[in-house]
């Protein structure tokens, strides 16, 4: 079954970097288009970043372009969040997301937490 599973989390001070990890199984990895989400506490959903087939494609989110950059390793079936110049206002839960057969799959998300 399609399965995703993010990593790389934590406490970090603002400034600081973080990557993320979202290890997929279930699929054709490298025929599927992945997306990067997060949650705030009572705020809606926003999406960070999502790459394409090819990898060259990308999209972010305007709070964080120029940060972040999401990159993918088909021969590991994993994407990566590499997170710059982290703001408070980045406290969230991400989650990754991708779409197979009509249906949305999404991990159970990794909380990035900064503070100082």
């Known amino acids: 079954q399609v399965q995703l599973v993010e990593s790389g989390g934590g406490l970090v001070q603002p400034g600081g970097s973080l990557r993320l990890s979202c290890a997929a199984s279930g699929f054709t990895f490298s025929h599927f288009i992945i997306t990067w989400y997060r949650q705030a506490p009572g705020k809606e959903r926003d999406v960070v970043a999502s790459?394409?087939?090819?990898?060259?494609?990308?999209y972010y989110g305007d709070s964080v372009k120029g940060r972040f950059t999401i990159s993918r390793d088909n021969a590991k079936n994993t994407v990566y969040l590499r997170m710059n110049s982290l703001k408070p206002e980045d406290t969230a839960m991400y989650h990754c997301?991708?779409?197979?057969?009509?249906?949305?799959?999404w991990g159970q998300g990794t909380q990035v937490t900064v503070s100082s």
């Open positions: 790459i394409g087939l090819d990898a060259n494609i990308t």
């Open positions: 997301m991708t779409q197979v057969g009509g249906r949305g799959y």
